[in-house]
């Protein structure tokens, strides 16, 4: 990094396939191609989180209001980093999760998604607890269900337990191991990296 001469800058161990996924755009069509690549990216997620919108409300126009709030909330991070993997990444999750919620006849075997979901987006950027939190809240949601339901309820919880478990598993394949969980700690207790913008806290004292 030319901000720290001598340094090395240890990238491989988060954002490594983010990057050379980068590099490799970058080698074949140089800035141009990297915008174009970014460009829909970006839209090609948020026309799949449109689709799935529409899906379950039923309803066009109110699918447009929900993708505008997601895009009010999402376009400061639009810029070309390896963190706009994560809003496919993100999106991706979230239909395979509706996909098992509003269709009883999903194969079950899609459920070996999630990890591989889990394993790109370890190895690309930090946000991948994201992805758990996801699923998280699907199986409390289910057992919630099941609860209130009971037996009438055609929602099986070991399937999102299951997915959770396995998505966890596929935390641990990256080059840090367990030690992208210390690299979250550090990262989120750095005075350097929480004094900028896109990290704090939403504000109506915010001038810039």
């Not at 240890?10 to 490799?24: E, F, I, Q, R, T």
């Not at 370890?122 to 199986?139: Q, T």
Request: net charge positive.
């Amino acid at each position: 990094s030319y901000t720290v001469p001598g340094r090395p800058y240890p990238s491989y161990n988060v954002y490594w396939l983010a990057d050379g996924a980068l590099y490799g755009i970058y080698a074949l069509g140089g800035p141009a191609l990297s915008v174009f690549a970014q460009a829909l990216l970006i839209t090609g997620t948020y026309l799949l989180l449109f689709l799935l919108c529409r899906g379950l409300a039923g309803n066009a126009r109110l699918a447009t209001v929900a993708l505008f709030a997601a895009a009010a909330l999402g376009f400061e991070n639009w810029n070309l980093r390896p963190q706009a993997i994560a809003f496919l990444l993100f999106t991706l999750t979230l239909w395979l999760i509706y996909a098992f919620r509003t269709n009883t006849r999903t194969p079950r075997g899609l459920v070996l998604g999630f990890p591989a979901l889990m394993l790109v987006w370890v190895n690309c950027h930090g946000s991948f607890p994201l992805g758990e939190v996801l699923i998280g809240l699907w199986l409390v949601e289910t057992v919630w269900a099941r609860w209130r339901i009971g037996a009438r309820s055609r929602r099986p919880v070991w399937l999102p337990a299951l997915a959770l478990v396995l998505a966890a598993a596929a935390m641990l394949l990256n080059p840090q191991g367990f030690g992208i969980f210390d690299y979250l700690r550090q990262m989120a207790a750095n005075p350097v990296v929480r004094r900028l913008p896109e990290w704090a806290p939403a504000s109506p004292a915010t001038k810039d």
